[in-house]
C-alpha cells in the first residue's frame, strides 16, 4: 500500500523527487528511471511525479541539470580554497573535474541516456561556455593569453578532458594519471606561441 506523501513546499518535494531519482539511477541504472518507478520509490502518487517532470526526458534533464549543479559548485568551492599559482590552479581544476567521475557517476548515465534529444544538445552547449568561463576566470591572472583566447583554450581542455575520462571510465588510466594529464594540457595552454603563426604563414 503506498504511504501518505509528507506534506512539503513544491520546491522541497522536486529536491526530494531529483534526491530519489539520483539513489534509482545510482543502484539501478538510467534505464531503470521513469515517472512511475519514481513515484514508487518516492512515496507519492503518479500525478506528482508527472506534475514536476511531465515526461522522463523532462526528468532526465532535470537531473542532469541538478548533478551538473552540483559539480560546478564543487569546482567554485574548490578553486576557492587553491592556493595560488598556474600550476596549483590548474590541478584543482583537473581534480575536481575528475572527481565527478568517480563521486557522480550517475551524471554519465544520465548523458548517455540523453543522447540524440535536442534539448540536451543546447544544454551541453551551454553547459561548456560555462565551464569555459569558469576556468578561464580562474586562470586568467597566469596567462598571457586575451580572454577570449583564453576561453577558446580552455573549450579545447574541456573536449580533451572529456576524452580523458572516457579513458578513466573504462579503467585504462588512474585517477592520478587523469589529473596529471589534464592538468598538463591546462598549464601547456596559458601562453601565447607566436612563433606557431610564423610557421604556419612560412609553410608552403
Known amino acids: 500500500m503506498a504511504t501518505t506523501p509528507t506534506r512539503l513546499s513544491k520546491q522541497a518535494r522536486r529536491e526530494q523527487l531529483l534526491d530519489t531519482a539520483v539513489a534509482i539511477v545510482r543502484t539501478r541504472g538510467a534505464d531503470a528511471l521513469t515517472l512511475v518507478t519514481l513515484a514508487e520509490e518516492a512515496g507519492v502518487s503518479r500525478p ?4 514536476h517532470f511531465a515526461t522522463r ?24 580554497d587553491a592556493e595560488p599559482g598556474a600550476g596549483e590552479v ?3 581544476i583537473s581534480t575536481a573535474y575528475f ?9 554519465g548515465a544520465v548523458s548517455a541516456a540523453l543522447r540524440g534529444n535536442p534539448e540536451m544538445e543546447a544544454i551541453q552547449h551551454e553547459l561548456t561556455d560555462s565551464y569555459a568561463h569558469l576556468m578561464a576566470a580562474a586562470l586568467l591572472p597566469y596567462s598571457g593569453l586575451a580572454p577570449q ?4 583554450r580552455c573549450v579545447g581542455v574541456l573536449g580533451a ?23 598538463g594540457l591546462i598549464v601547456g595552454g596559458l601562453d601565447a606561441a607566436p612563433d606557431v603563426q610564423d610557421e604556419c604563414s612560412g609553410a608552403v
Open 48 to 51: 506528482i511525479a508527472y506534475d
Open 57 to 80: 526526458p523532462g526528468l532526465l534533464l532535470a537531473l542532469h541539470r541538478r548533478l551538473d549543479e552540483r559539480h560546478r559548485a564543487a569546482i567554485t568551492q574548490a578553486l576557492r
Open 90 to 92: 590548474a590541478r584543482v
Open 99 to 107: 572527481a565527478c567521475t568517480t563521486d557522480m557517476p550517475e551524471i
Open 149 to 152: 583566447a583564453l576561453r577558446l
Open 161 to 183: 578532458a572529456e576524452a580523458i575520462a572516457a579513458e578513466l571510465n573504462r579503467e585504462r588510466t588512474t585517477g592520478s594519471e587523469a589529473v596529471a594529464a589534464l592538468t
